[in-house]
């Protein structure tokens, strides 16, 4: 472990010493994550929101956890809240293209007879799959539409790298 030193908003609340891995624990864990798998469970948590904001996924430096959170558009966490974040993936939410309920995305377009019972059925893509194919095989449509828009996504690593620069620059080392 290594300290960091986190300055407050103003200097009426100081600065704080917080306990944090080591780099070189950060980077062995950012390099064992699936960065498909990260993109699929924020976009499942961004989905879930329907307020404009941010839903991430980030690595806490405190404990090399990796955790999902949402943060509501114009806020801010507090410095003492958030120093400890090394995010890795960012959505934006609130906006109709988190919504997946469209013939696009849940309908397969190429097969003229669902396409035509869908057309004549005045539900929702949704309700459609539900009432003609089951739960089920809404659940397996869903997933495979965050496969599909998760696959090309990769990290941005130089971003990250910016995150740690910022965040070990901050380590404490005793002397004063």
Excluded at 118 to 137: A, T, V
């Amino acid at each position: 472990m290594t300290t960091v030193k986190i300055s407050g908003y103003s200097r009426n609340e100081g600065v704080r010493e917080f306990e944090i891995l080591e780099r070189e624990q950060i980077e062995e864990i950012l390099n064992g994550l699936n960065p498909v798998e990260i993109y699929k469970k924020t976009l499942r948590d961004a989905v879930s929101y329907n307020h404009s904001g941010n839903a991430y996924a980030y690595i806490d430096a405190r404990n090399g956890n990796v955790a999902t959170t949402w943060l509501e558009k114009s806020n801010l966490l507090h410095p003492w809240d958030s120093f400890y974040e090394i995010i890795v993936c960012d959505i934006e939410t609130g906006y109709d293209n988190l919504d997946f309920n469209t013939p696009e995305n849940l309908l397969e377009l190429d097969n003229k007879d669902e396409m035509e019972k869908f057309q004549n059925s005045e539900l929702d893509p949704e309700s459609f799959i539900i009432e003609e194919y089951g739960q089920e095989e809404l659940n397996e449509r869903y997933e495979n539409v965050y496969d599909y828009l998760s696959d090309d996504f990769n990290f941005n690593w130089d971003d990250i790298k910016e995150q740690l620069d910022r965040l070990y620059d901050m380590v404490y080392s005793g002397k004063q």
